[in-house]
């Protein structure tokens, strides 16, 4: 995403106006990748789940053989000592992150002694409640833990997703219905998803390959509340171009319809209305 108009960044104890230099060139985040991130929302005054999209990004730390060195707790703070500098009416995205600074005698293992820390939080529009995605197939898989960092939201991750994006754009589509290992539906390129078949809600099973969202595990507790049934299964390409619509779920945009899959077209039906209208009224209740 391109950098918004108004940054804000704390590092290194104190907030500094605009997208400030964090990373030195022999860091080992810089130049082998060892980097985390979460990121939250702040719109209509609200930061729906920031504890844990926080507590995320320590469990992520960990998983990367980082050392976290900020608790949940003093996150959430100084994501919300940062928020208030902006205006009340601001759609902003929360992004905290850590990174490795030494290696150890090989120079592969980042040190346990010292790790980055940097919360950045950047002026970036809500999508428009009309906002639709098309989607496309793509040569590119998700990764299994055997061979990728997957259970963290790793910064190393996403030049897979950027490639599963460049290939679907080649092919006139905005985003990637992707496969796990075994040739299943894992996700698109960019959030979870989601398909409706016969009023009766579809999502692809947690298998390792592919973090469980906080949006989507939100989105899953209130349908269930509200009466729908929802599986968590084995889903494959074929049961999407069968479903009766189809949506995305992502931090970034929350909810959002998908119109197509290759050759076959959705509507933005009643279910997805109806899931994007139970997280705002959520977001709402848990201020």
Same mark, same amino acid.
């Given at each position: 995403?391109?950098?918004?108009?108004?940054?804000?960044? =704390?590092? /290194?104890?104190?907030?500094?106006?605009?997208?400030? *230099?964090?990373?030195? *060139?022999?860091?080992?985040?810089?130049?082998?990748?060892?980097?985390?991130?979460?990121?939250?929302?702040?719109?209509?005054?609200?930061?729906?789940?920031?504890?844990?999209?926080?507590?995320?990004?320590?469990? !992520?730390?960990?998983?990367?053989?980082?050392?976290?060195?900020?608790?949940?707790?003093?996150?959430? &703070?100084?994501?919300?000592?940062?928020?208030?500098? $902006?205006?009340?009416? !601001? *759609?902003? =995205?929360?992004?905290?992150? =850590?990174?490795?600074?030494?290696?150890?005698?090989?120079?592969?293992? @980042?040190? #346990?002694?010292?790790?980055?820390?940097?919360?950045?939080?950047? &002026?970036?529009?809500?999508? @428009?409640? %009309?906002?639709?995605?098309?989607?496309?197939?793509?040569?590119?898989?998700?990764?299994?833990? &055997?061979?990728?960092?997957? /259970?963290?939201?790793?910064?190393?991750?996403?030049?897979?997703?950027?490639?599963?994006?460049?290939?679907?754009? !080649?092919?006139?589509?905005?985003?990637?219905?992707?496969?796990? *290992?075994?040739?299943?539906?894992?996700?698109?390129?960019?959030?979870?998803?989601?398909?409706?078949?016969?009023?009766?809600?579809?999502? #692809?099973? @947690?298998?390792?390959?592919?973090? !469980?969202?906080?949006?989507?595990?939100?989105?899953?507790? /209130?349908?269930?509340?509200?009466?729908?049934?929802?599986?968590?299964?084995?889903?494959? $390409?074929?049961?999407?171009?069968?479903?009766?619509?189809?949506?995305?779920?992502? /931090?970034?945009?929350?909810? %959002?319809?998908?119109?197509?899959?290759?050759?076959?077209? $959705?509507?933005?039906? @009643?279910? %997805?209305?109806?899931?994007?209208?139970? =997280?705002w009224d959520w977001a709402a209740s848990s201020a």
């Amino acid at each position: 995403m391109a950098v918004g108009k108004n940054v804000r960044t =704390y590092f /290194n104890g104190s907030w500094h106006e605009g997208d400030v *230099a964090i990373m030195r *060139a022999a860091d080992h985040g810089a130049w082998l990748g060892t980097t985390v991130f979460d990121g939250a929302r702040f719109f209509d005054g609200l930061m729906p789940d920031l504890d844990k999209h926080c507590a995320r990004t320590n469990r !992520s730390a960990e998983a990367l053989m980082l050392t976290p060195t900020v608790s949940t707790e003093d996150m959430v &703070e100084i994501a919300r000592e940062g928020l208030s500098m $902006f205006d009340a009416s !601001s *759609a902003v =995205y929360i992004r905290p992150m =850590y990174w490795g600074i030494h290696g150890d005698p090989t120079a592969i293992v @980042p040190s #346990p002694e010292e790790t980055g820390f940097a919360l950045c939080l950047e &002026e970036i529009p809500m999508a @428009p409640a %009309t906002a639709t995605a098309t989607l496309t197939r793509t040569r590119f898989r998700r990764p299994v833990l &055997e061979d990728a960092v997957v /259970n963290a939201k790793a910064g190393c991750l996403y030049p897979n997703n950027a490639r599963m994006l460049v290939e679907a754009r !080649s092919k006139g589509f905005n985003n990637a219905l992707v496969a796990d *290992a075994m040739g299943n539906v894992a996700e698109t390129a960019t959030a979870n998803i989601f398909m409706v078949k016969d009023g009766e809600v579809f999502t #692809p099973i @947690p298998n390792g390959t592919f973090l !469980s969202g906080i949006t989507r595990a939100r989105h899953i507790e /209130n349908m269930t509340s509200d009466g729908l049934s929802v599986h968590e299964t084995v889903l494959t $390409f074929e049961d999407f171009h069968d479903a009766d619509e189809v949506f995305m779920s992502g /931090n970034m945009s929350k909810v %959002t319809p998908v119109t197509a899959l290759d050759d076959t077209q $959705f509507q933005a039906g @009643p279910i %997805t209305r109806r899931v994007r209208e139970m =997280y705002w009224d959520w977001a709402a209740s848990s201020a």
